[in-house]
């Protein structure tokens, strides 16, 4: 059987590893790109030497020319934390146009299946509760969160312009907040911002008073529904997260108790925009992907603190 070709921009990053990773072990080949402005190498170690596996040091905005036939393009590129896009916002904005723009046309013309990662950053701050794909949204374009926000609404509508008026077959995933293994612990993410500190002994930073929600969708749980999107035949948005919902001191407290640590907390004033809730409608990717999370927050939690143990331990 002819092995089908998998291209991830992005793929040295945090979730594009992780789905490289899993495309291999389902048979794939994959081929990387990444020019590691986030992105790090020793993602991936574990596959780097697969046969299948091919890593191109590049910049999606400056055009991607692969020789070859590729089935899928996966269009995972992005500077996805606060930390990132506020430091980097016109890049941002750059991945989420050109960026886009290229991985297009590179999928046109291979005749291959395109799938944008999106945002739940899309919907806001949001005025609906939970939010359905159907929602529209609540964005400040002006505000400094609207180079990640404004990026991501973009692509989606280019990746629907394409599949319109070129007959594309397109894929989008809105993407809720997700965490685990290979996550920086300074990349300015709440999960690994509190794990981090914890581990080093220093105070936990919470924004606001903490009583804004979160859903906390663990890596392996969000790689299935990305992987069944990737072998749907459905063309629209749909949400991949987990619908449990926490306030940021809940998490504040399962994590002191995980770790074991005895960290002061401190409260910082909410950065402008901060969405005061999130907590995604799944019900499209129960439907037609026969998919819900089978990870739960405080199990996801251990293993994601036993590995940012372990990085502390070696660096």
Known sequence: MVKKTVLITGGAGFIGSHLSQRLLKENYRVIC???????????????KHDRNFRLENADVCRGIR????????????????????????????KAGSLGTHNALGLARKKKAVFLLFSTSEVYGDPLEH??????????????PRGCYDESKRFAEALTMAYRRAHKMHTRI???FNTYGPRMRSNDGRVVPNFIGQALKGKPLTVYGDGKQTRSFCYIDDLVEGIFRLMLSDYTLPVNLGN???????QLVKLVLKITGSK????????????PRQRRPDISKAKELLGWKPQVNLEEGLERTVGWLRGQLVHS
């Open 263 to 274: 960290s002061k907390v401190v409260f910082k004033p909410l950065p402008q925009d901060d």
């Open 33 to 47: 790109i990444d020019n590691f402005i986030t992105g790090n190498r020793d993602n991936l170690k574990d596959f």
């Open 243 to 249: 619908p449990g919902e926490f306030t940021i001191n």
């Open 130 to 143: 939970p939010q359905r794909e159907e929602y529209w949204g609540h964005v400040n374009t002006i505000g």
């Open 66 to 93: 692969i020789a070859g036939k590729i089935n899928y393009v996966l269009h995972c590129a992005s500077l996805a934390s606060p930390k990132d896009y506020l430091n980097f916002p016109i890049h941002t904005l």
């Open 173 to 175: 995933v809105r993407i």
